[in-house]
């Protein structure tokens, strides 16, 4: 069975860097044609797509273009994670992050994390 | 960017009801590359639908997708009452990937 975790600071300050890595267990993420995904929701609203990684030695990305001048997406196949950052954070950034299987649509997810932005 | 709208956005039902919820594109979905999730409080969305009509491993029966072009359903026939939560639409024809803004099915 696929599971996937999230981890990660709580509390950022802002214009700080939100770190945020996914563990995925009952499956490799080097194994398959498998994309990774990371998705957020503000409280109390909709989902937000931010973007994929498929693994390869360089990690293939595509982030949503809202954000990409913010964001960066890695793979560490070692640990079987996956990770994201988003630089210069801010009070709308405050979200659930979620990580998630598929560049399509997407099949397993993990918990959520809910990521605060203040000082 | 493919905008989704979905409509109602909230249902008051019973227990044993029949409920369609609508998801109309801004434009036409090739492929039929859409899929429904629900998502109750505090939990992520589960998959319950992807290529508009094609039901996700373990989802019951009563749930079922339709739709092609702009406009896509998604249909409980019968409510059971795990089934209140909120609904998403989401496309996959490009990206960015886009979720509509979800309708609330809760207990009347």
């Known amino acids: 069975q696929v599971q996937l975790q999230e981890s990660g600071p709580g509390l950022v300050k802002p214009s700080q860097t939100l770190s945020l890595t996914c563990t995925v267990s009952g499956a490799s993420i080097s194994g398959g044609a498998y994309y990774w995904s990371w998705i957020r929701q503000h409280p109390g609203r909709g989902l937000e797509w931010l973007g994929h990684?498929?693994?390869?030695?360089?990690?293939?990305?595509y982030y949503n273009p809202s954000l990409q001048s913010r964001l960066t997406m890695s793979v560490d196949t070692s640990k079987n994670q996956f990770s994201l950052k988003l630089s210069s954070v801010t009070a709308a950034d405050t979200a659930v992050y979620y990580c998630?299987?598929?560049?399509?649509?997407?099949?397993?997810w993990g918990q959520g994390t809910l990521v605060t932005v203040s000082s | 960017e493919v905008v989704l709208t979905q409509s109602p956005g909230t249902l008051s039902l019973s227990p044993g009801e029949r409920v369609t919820l609508s998801c109309r594109a801004s434009q036409s979905i090739s492929n039929n590359y859409l899929a429904w999730y629900q998502q109750k409080r505090g939990q992520a969305p589960r998959l319950l639908v992807y290529?508009?009509?094609s039901r996700a491993t373990g989802i019951p029966d009563r749930f079922s997708g339709s739709g092609s072009g702009t406009d896509f359903t998604l249909t409980i026939s019968r409510l059971e009452p795990e089934d209140f939560a909120m609904y998403y639409c989401q496309q996959y024809v490009s990206s960015p990937r886009t979720f509509g803004q979800g309708t609330k099915v809760e207990i009347k």
């Open positions: 990684i498929y693994y390869t030695d360089s990690g293939s990305t």
């Open positions: 998630a299987r598929g560049a399509y649509y997407f099949e397993y």
């Open positions: 290529g508009a009509s």
